[in-house]
């Protein structure tokens, strides 16, 4: 996510409620994605994923560490950080958040742009995030009050574009260094390198 915009890019206000990206963490139905979607991968909802340790004489890995687990207590472990109606109250928290503060009147369209590659796999992607986030968001409402919008560009854009900020949402991965995650966790999610494509968080600190 990019909460501060960028010169191309005016600042989205939902994108900076925390429980906005509350909501979209728990509207994702990590299981099913990597069973249908993007398979054969493996359901994580945490940066660090079950093949990485935290170095080469471990034989467990972080995320099956009981330091591991309890982290991410509280983030709907046993559906691997899926809880569609968690996700629905975060966003109506958000949505009435953002009426309080004039960002938005009362029945509004929310609208996010998700900027990505323009290939078929991620596509196939897109359009099932789509549909998953915009089916809770807009649950029980009269009319749909949130929408995704689909921004597909060259990957020479692409990689503009994350540098420079001009995005509101995209997604990017990390692999390696798997029997030394706190390196590579370090390296890639951290405001001092190159690698961070979210805007806005300062972690160096």
């Known amino acids: 996510f990019n909460i501060e915009g960028s010169d191309q890019y005016e600042l989205n206000p939902i994108l900076t409620n925390a429980d906005f990206?509350?909501?979209?963490y728990f509207a994702i139905d990590r299981e099913t994605f990597s069973a249908e979607v993007r398979a054969p991968s493996l359901p994580t909802y945490g940066f660090l994923g079950p093949v990485y340790l935290s170095t080469?004489?471990?034989?467990?890995?972080?995320?099956?560490?009981?330091?591991?687990?309890?982290?991410?207590?509280?983030?709907a472990p046993d559906t691997f950080g899926y809880d569609p109606i968690q996700a629905k109250e975060y966003f109506d928290d958000a949505y009435d958040a953002a009426v309080l503060a004039d960002d938005i009147q009362e029945g509004d369209m929310v609208s996010v742009e998700f900027k990505f590659y323009d290939v078929e796999t991620n596509w196939q992607m897109a359009n099932w995030v789509k549909y998953t986030v915009e089916t809770i968001f807009n649950t029980g409402e009269t009319t749909p009050i949130f929408?995704?919008?689909?921004a597909p560009v060259s990957s020479a854009a692409l990689n503009q574009a994350w540098d420079n900020g001009?995005?509101?949402?995209?997604?990017g991965g990390w692999q390696g260094l798997n029997f030394d995650a706190p390196s590579m966790l370090g390296q890639v999610y951290n405001t001092a390198f190159d690698y961070m494509l979210e805007k806005g968080f300062d972690t160096q600190i």
């Open 56 to 75: 080469e004489y471990n034989f467990v890995s972080y995320r099956g560490s009981q330091p591991g687990q309890d982290v991410l207590n509280g983030l």
């Open 21 to 24: 990206r509350q909501a979209f």
């Open 166 to 171: 001009d995005f509101e949402m995209t997604f």
């Open 147 to 150: 929408t995704l919008e689909h």
